[in-house]
């Protein structure tokens, strides 16, 4: 699991250089330029990428947990 969040990241990672978007004049809805409504899409790729990042690839213990083991 953690290689394939590593894999998403990276795909991230190289999602966000967009030069393709750099002379684009569209408005997308009539009012958002182009680059504006990708990185917008993009941060919400980002978002939902970080949340299964912490729920499957975080490690499972805490400092608690940690203190625990000290005590014992």
């Known amino acids: 699991?953690?290689?394939l969040a590593i894999a998403f990241m990276f795909v991230l990672l190289?999602?966000?250089q967009d030069?393709?978007?750099k002379d684009n004049g569209t408005l997308v809805m009539?009012?958002?330029p182009a680059s504006l409504a990708y990185h917008m899409a993009f941060t919400f790729l980002a978002a939902i990428g970080?949340?299964?990042m912490v729920r499957f690839a975080w490690p499972h213990f805490s400092e608690?947990?940690?203190?625990?083991?000290v005590e014992s």
């Open 19 to 21: 030069f393709w978007l």
């Open 14 to 16: 190289v999602l966000h």
């Open 64 to 69: 608690d947990d940690e203190e625990e083991g």
């Open 1 to 3: 699991m953690k290689s």
């Open 50 to 52: 970080w949340y299964f």
């Open 30 to 32: 009539g009012i958002l």
